[in-house]
Every structure is written in C-alpha cells, then in structure tokens.
C-alpha cells in the first residue's frame, strides 16, 4: 500500500509541475534515457527519446497552449507495494487549454507511465480526441 502512495504522490506532484510549466523540474521525475510518445497524425506527434527530446516536445506544447490546464481524474497504481523497484501508473486526464490562436480546446486522455526507482522511463498518452480536433488544436 506504501508504494501505491508514494507513486501516487510522486505522478501528482509531477503534474503539477506542468500546470506550472516548469519543465526542468517535471523532467528531473524522468530518467535521462526516457521515452514519451504522444499520439496522433499532426506534426506534434511521434515518439521522443531522451530528455533533451521530451522537454523540447512539453516546450512546444506551452508555446502552443499559453494557458494550460491538466486535471487528474484518477490515478491508478499496478502494484501496490512496491516503491523501490520498477511500476506503472495510469492517470486519467482532462485538458483545459486555450492555444496561441485564442481558442479554446479540451482534450481527454489517458498516459501510461512506467516507473523505475520513481522516475519515468516511459510515458504513452491515449487521447481521446480526433486527428483533425488536435490538428485545429495544434494550428496544423
């Protein structure tokens, strides 16, 4: 039960720091040979590996939404006793953004977070929104 909380804990705060936009300290959660993908058929989408990628992937991500907003709906931890070994954590999200053309764009989504030793060595959002609803979100 200990674990479930400390990677709880752990997956909340660092969504906070997004709501922050405080990118260094978000990606100081993640190991230096992380993966993330983030879905979809819009020039925002594909599979980053490393920090240095992830981070410029959340850069353009702020640049496009100036106002963001994450909500967490529910986090779900796999194993509930380990806290020192590796795991997985979904969150269950919903996105209140308002991009750099003044509109306003909700997405939904799930990310499937593996952690090892309480950093993310991979993250893959499941969004439930259209290619073309995130194209006109994305200004593509």
Not at 20 to 42: M, Q, V
Not at 78 to 87: A, E, L, W, Y
């Amino acid at each position: 039960m200990i674990g479930a909380l400390i990677a709880k804990s752990k997956v909340t705060s660092s969504y906070d720091l997004l709501n922050r936009k405080d990118i260094d300290s978000f990606l100081a959660n993640w190991h230096d040979e992380s993966t993330f993908i983030y879905p979809g058929n819009i020039g925002a989408g594909g599979e980053f590996k490393g920090k240095k990628a992830i981070k410029e992937f959340f850069q353009k991500l702020f640049e496009q939404f100036p106002t963001f907003n994450i909500t967490l709906k529910n986090v779900c931890v796999k194993n509930i006793i380990d806290f020192v070994g590796t795991n997985v954590v979904t969150v269950e999200w919903l996105e209140e953004n308002i991009n750099k053309n003044g509109d306003k764009v909700q997405v939904s989504g799930v990310t499937v977070i593996t952690l090892k030793f309480g950093k993310a060595t991979y993250a893959k959002d499941y969004i439930f929104t259209t290619d073309e609803e995130l194209k006109k979100a994305w200004g593509e």
